[in-house]
């Protein structure tokens, strides 16, 4: 009797094994999830989880910040020069966010959120890895040997993330507008952080 059962049994195990080295998302019980599926949940955990507080351009309105919808994600705009910051209030151990939210300056220097949308200023050109790398161990660009990422992008907040949900994401960010914009680089008060060096 056992027999009968067993050549179903290792005909699913081969095909899930099949559509898991093919690198395609799959729920708990081992079916695989569409790309609209995987884009829809990425949106979900990219808005949930606040990327655009730091990473999206705001416009200024009555009620305050706004999302730049025509922008999302795309970084501090590069064509924006930081007003001068107020050093002495730095010194009073206070850290100072741009009001668009997508620039700090604290004792460190200056950081700026990049741009993670699917231009190739962004991370249009990024592999899964490069991004699973960035997003938890927080190394810049994704490369093993890079610099830390900088604050305040949190990426401690999500070293323990799933594979599944960081491949949500990166899916959805892949599939964003692309947006041209060169970030700066940041500016730093302690010389062996090299700003734009793995
Ligand atoms: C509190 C602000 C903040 C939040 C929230 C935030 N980030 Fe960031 N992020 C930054 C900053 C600032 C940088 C640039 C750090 C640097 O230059 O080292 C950055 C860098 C990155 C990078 C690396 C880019 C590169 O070129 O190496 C990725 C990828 C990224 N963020 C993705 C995300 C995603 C996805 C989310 C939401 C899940 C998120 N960030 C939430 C501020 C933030």
Redesign the pocket.
């Known amino acids: 009797m056992k027999k009968v059962y067993l050549l179903p049994a290792i005909l699913i195990a081969s095909v899930a094994a099949l559509v898991g080295s093919c690198g395609h998302n799959s729920n708990a019980d081992g079916q695989t999830i569409s790309k609209d599926s995987l884009i829809k949940r990425g949106n979900y ?2 808005t949930t ?7 999206s351009p705001k416009v200024m309105t009555a009620m305050g910040p706004a999302l730049d919808t025509t922008r999302l994600l795309s ?2 705009r590069s064509d924006v020069q930081l007003p001068p910051a107020n050093t002495d209030a730095l010194k009073n151990g206070w850290a100072l966010f741009y009001a668009e ?4 300056v604290s004792p460190l220097g200056t ?6 949308t699917s231009d190739a200023t ?2 249009g050109n ?1 592999t899964l890895q490069q ?1 699973k790398t ?2 938890t161990k927080g ?4 490369m093993e040997n ?10 401690e907040n ?1 070293k323990d993330m799933s594979d599944a949900d960081v491949e949500a ?1 990166f899916t959805y ?1 892949q599939s964003t507008k692309p947006v041209n914009n060169v ?1 700066p ?2 500016q730093l008060a302690y010389s062996e952080i090299k ?1 734009d060096k793995p």
Do not use: E, Q
């Not at 989880?49 to 990473?55: L, R």
């Not at 939210?101 to 700090?104: C, E, P, R, S, V």
């Not at 190394?139 to 994704?142: D, E, F, P, T």
């Open positions: 955990l990219v989880m606040g990327c655009n507080d730091c990473h970084g501090h939210g997508t620039a700090m950081s700026y959120a990049a741009n993670i962004g991370i990024w991004f960035a997003i190394k810049w660009k994704g890079s610099r830390n990422l900088l604050p305040p992008m949190p990426w999500y994401i960010l970030v680089a940041p700003p």
